[in-house]
Structure formats: C-alpha cells, structure tokens
C-alpha cells in the first residue's frame, strides 16, 4: 500500500487539505456519516461536537476496513451552514488534528439545504485505500 500526496509544481501550498492524492492497495468506501453516535442518537447540536463525532465515525469505519486516519485519501463534506465553518475555523482545525491528527486527504466541502436527518449539521464520506 502506498500513497503519494500530488501537488502541482508552482502552486500555493494547500492548506487543510491535499490537492490530489495518488494511492494503490484495497479500496474502502465510506458512506456519508453524520454527528450522532452508534445507537443513532445525536449527544450534540451544535456544529463543532457533531463534526467530531462524524469525523470520528468515518475513522472507525476505516478502523473496522483495516485501515488508520493516513490511509483516508478523500473526503466529502456536507455542510447545512457554511458561514457557520468559517466562522469556527479555529475550532474546526483543533478538532480534526485531535481525531485525524496531522493527515490533510484530498477535500471537497459542499453547502446543502438541508440533510436526510433533520438534526443533521454535516455528512461526510470519505474514501480510503487500505494495506490489502
């Protein structure tokens, strides 16, 4: 298994994030996780507590495929309320290195109307690719 982090020569660093990354070995498919626990109960409503428990919920996933947070080579975030990202930014880094320590996989982060749970504030899937 072996992964590469792609960055284009002449281009500003990225920042949080990779720009491409290039991986061999198993892939595993993380279906969109949100902020609520393993019983489906959210312990949270706020922003910043449903997006650890959503990272978190994505690493287990990865855990449970054989995988660690450095084999996550692309994540999707779905966000309710991207003001409300960028005005907790500060907090947002602090807990993805506390989860996914300092690994920055490909990103893309959408702004949606709304998710399929009501109380949902963010999904996010990710993809990985895990020592086979």
Do not use: C
Request: aromatic share 8%; proline share 3%.
């Amino acid at each position: 298994m072996s992964i590469e982090i792609i960055h284009p020569e002449g281009w500003k660093p990225a920042r949080g994030y990779a720009n491409g990354v290039a991986a061999s070995g198993r892939t595993l498919y993380v279906g969109g996780q949100i902020g609520w626990n393993a019983d489906q109960v959210f312990e949270t409503h706020d922003f910043i507590g449903q997006m650890e428990q959503t990272l978190r919920n994505v690493l287990e996933i990865v855990e449970a495929g054989g995988g660690r947070a450095e084999h996550i080579v692309r994540l999707v975030w779905y966000v309710v309320d991207k003001a409300e990202y960028k005005a907790k930014q500060r907090e947002v880094g602090e807990v993805y290195r506390k989860v996914m320590g300092k690994h920055f996989p490909a990103m893309a982060m959408v702004q949606v109307a709304a998710l399929m749970e009501d109380d949902a504030l963010i999904e996010i899937e990710a993809t990985a690719v895990v020592p086979a």
